[in-house]
């Protein structure tokens, strides 16, 4: 008999820069593993205002890449409104853009990603002592 779940667990890190990319894929898998789910979908949300989810490859170069290009298109210490009351305007834009979630397929009990699509919390105002990701894997469970 096939049964329905919803498994929810919080992920927690630390950043180190103003913009950084941290791969979050082992841990979104292991979440998958733990909850038994095999076919459905794995929601992964993060909960601030300045900070977002990616799904990309992870190459050195390419990172960089996109740290340049956040940097061009919502320059830090720019002439931001919110600027006068908060000096982050740079990061709501950026996770703005992102956004804060993606959903991936899971099938056979696996996420189903691109072998070149890491999923990325991407810190935008950091360092930060504490990132929460909430990660919700709902499906079908044998
Ligand atoms: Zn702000």
Sequence with gaps: MVGFKVYRRELK????????FIDITRDVEGVVGESGVRTGLTHIFVPHATAAIL????????????TELIRE???????????????????????????ADRTFPVEDGRLVRGTWQNI?????????????VVVTVTGEVD
């Design 13 to 20: 890190y630390k950043t180190s820069k103003l913009i950084e």
């Design 55 to 66: 799904a990309n490859e992870n190459e050195h170069g390419l990172l960089n890449d996109f």
């Design 73 to 99: 298109l919502f320059r830090p210490g720019g002439g931001w409104m919110h600027n006068r009351i908060d000096n982050n305007a740079h990061a709501h834009l950026a996770a703005g853009f992102i956004g």
């Design 120 to 132: 990325f919390l991407v810190e935008l105002d950091g360092p930060r002592s504490m990132r929460r």
